[in-house]
């Protein structure tokens, strides 16, 4: 599976940006989708994700009422949806994809930068 993520940029405290997700290379719809960040001295955190079976959501305690992860399974495309955004939101965030219930995240994308001014 080949994951492009892209949204992101530079927005105020307050504003919102939707990333988008689109993976190729094989069925969607039979991938646990996830959203990570990470921020410059910090580990890599999970941020949201989504059951394969599309019916099981999750989200960090961090961003839950502000983020909404969602996906298309017509365009192949994962989104996370994030309002109210806040300086500590700022992170590279990634995309990654598991085969169903596997326990871990097995494709990863390459990053898009979020940065959130004060």
């Known amino acids: 599976v080949q994951l492009q993520a892209s949204g992101g940029g530079l927005v105020q405290a307050g504003g919102s940006l939707r990333l988008s997700c689109v993976a190729s290379g094989r069925t969607f719809s039979n991938y646990g989708m996830g959203w990570f960040r990470q921020a410059p001295g910090k580990e890599r955190e999970v941020v949201a994700s989504i059951t394969w079976t599309g019916f099981t959501t999750y989200y960090a305690d961090s961003v839950k009422g502000r983020f909404t992860v969602s996906r298309d399974i017509a365009k192949n495309t994962v989104y996370l949806q994030m309002n109210s955004l806040k300086p500590e939101d700022t992170a590279v965030y990634y995309c990654?994809?598991?085969?169903?219930?596997?326990?871990?995240?097995?494709?990863w994308g390459r990053g898009t930068q979020v940065t959130v001014s004060s």
């Open positions: 990654a994809a598991r085969y169903r219930d596997a326990a871990s995240y097995e494709y």
